[in-house]
């Protein structure tokens, strides 16, 4: 099956700053790739879809400003959390798909605002 | 809107018995309709789909579903339960358009014991 890769697996942060996580297709070209917040013991929630050379549609109550993302490549999309604080910690998880197939998903990031 | 639910927070079984673990949904239109496992701190891995055809999915490691239209269902099942299938269960909806957002459903704990 297809491989979705995303990086750093786990980081910790300080209040304030930011962090970029990354998210790669690896043997496919990602047409649409998603990111995903999910809370402890809870479901995913879509964050935002994007596609590769345009704006990031992001889902009702997603602050746009604070969670931005990238989607230059076909293989790769990042999302960067600015100004973080601890409400932000949060496992995050990419999803990618080319057309015709289901989506693939990253095997996550864990979020740690200290 | 589309929604899903997945009744049961845990399902218990004993190793070797049959498991079943439910998922209902609502969508405008025909859905696209999915189960994932996720194992802790890992992202989500793709088991099965049922996008058109016959009734009866099979996916991944023994795991079926079986797509019913008039209840609505789309219950995940496997004949014989093994230890290692413990992990958090997603059932997840899609419609038949471009966008291919994925609701998920709130997941189900799986608890295989020996």
Redesign the interface.
Known sequence: ?AV?S?HP?RVICKSGTSVKIECRSLDFQAT?M?WYRQFP????M?MA?SNEGSKATYEQGVEKDKFLINHASLTLSTLTVTSAHPEDSS?Y?C?A?RVGT???????T?LTVV | AQSVAQPEDQVNVAEGNPLTVKCTYSVSGNPYLFWYVQYPNRGLQFLLKYITGDNLVKGSYGFEAEFNKSQTSFHLKKPSALVSDSALYFCAVTRMDSSYKLIFGSGTRLLVRP
Do not use: C, D, P
């Open positions: 099956g979705v995303q697996s649409t998603f013991k809870q479901s995913l879509l879809t496992f998880i999803s798909k289901e989506a693939f998903f990253g095997q996550g864990r």
